[in-house]
């Protein structure tokens, strides 16, 4: 009996000692991927945006959870992992090294967020994100050059933010630096150039003038023609599908137009002399 109990022990015993021996003894699995900084990708080397910028940038695209974040080049995936916790958004990074894929999707895991924040591995330049709400990048300026005809064909009032990196002659609306680093913020405006039939005033009183519209990105200039007349425009302002614009008329009177663009039309409410004076609209040729 005293023999058995001992047999027993030795066999806890060796149980004991010896597994962990055996299992160090073990070949060790492949080291899960670590990113350096620096490190040779597809378009650009690897340097990660530091966390506070990322949250100003997510700050500054008033991200909410009705959002749609694509990150563009999403390295180990700290933006859209920051969305999708920090602002409860729907997130989606693609990144063309399947090594950071992994190591974002296991970094999504740690952080809770697999269910909003998704990882895809492809192109940037052939990958499909016109659903967005937001875009975020850190991205060269030869690149955001070459993304900028598809980010400006996106739907008005899309926001955008690139860490350090402009658009070249498409000027930031907002930018924002902080211990060297900087933020710029766009907003994808509509197509407004050329020229709109504009009608206001009610069917009793309707007045139907010219509309013209010259256009560089955000930025908008024109005037009100009628037969030989023309009227300058002033506070004209276009962010996204919002369009403000103003003119004095012919009898002297302040008229002010705020309106939405809906792809040929402008529809809104105008002011004349400081008060309501109904609705209005602009159409153009399709």
């Known amino acids: 009996m005293k023999a058995a109990v001992l047999r027993r022990w030795r066999a ?19 080291e899960e991927f670590q990113p350096e900084v620096g490190q040779s990708g597809k378009d650009v080397i690897w340097v990660p945006t530091p966390d506070f910028l990322v ?17 563009l080049g999403s390295g180990d995936g700290r933006t859209v992992i920051a969305a999708a916790k920090k602002f409860r958004a729907n997130s989606v990074g693609i990144e063309y090294n399947p090594d950071m894929v992994a190591l974002s999707r296991r970094n999504a895991e740690k952080a809770g967020v697999t269910a909003d924040a998704k990882f ?9 994100f016109h659903k967005a709400t937001v875009v975020t990048m850190y991205l060269l300026p030869e690149l955001n050059l070459r993304l900028r005809p598809k980010l400006l064909d996106m739907k008005p009032g899309t926001r955008l933010v690139s860490h350090q990196f402009t658009m070249g002659d498409w000027q930031p609306d907002e930018v924002s630096s902080f211990d060297g680093r900087t933020a710029n913020f766009w907003v994808v405006p ?17 007045v139907v003038r010219t509309l013209n ?54 529809v809104g409410s105008m002011r004349s002399a400081g008060k309501p004076a109904g609705s209005f609209r602009a159409e153009r040729p399709s």
Do not use: H
């Open 190 to 206: 509509a197509k407004v150039e050329g020229d709109w039939k504009l009608s206001y005033g009610g069917d009793k009183a309707k």
């Open 55 to 71: 949250e100003r940038m997510l700050q500054m695209a008033q991200v909410g959870q009705n959002d749609l974040v694509v990150d």
């Open 213 to 266: 519209l010259r256009q560089t990105y955000q930025k908008v200039e024109g005037g009100i023609t009628e037969g030989s007349a023309r009227l300058g425009l002033r506070d004209l302002r276009l962010r996204g599908d919002r369009f403000d614009f103003s003119f004095i008329d012919d009898r002297g009177v302040l008229c002010e137009f705020s309106g939405r663009v809906l792809r040929n039309s402008i």
């Open 12 to 30: 806890v015993f060796l149980a004991l000692v010896l597994a962990p021996a055996l299992a160090f003894a073990q070949p060790a699995g492949k």
């Open 120 to 128: 895809i591995e492809a192109d940037i330049f052939v990958s499909d």
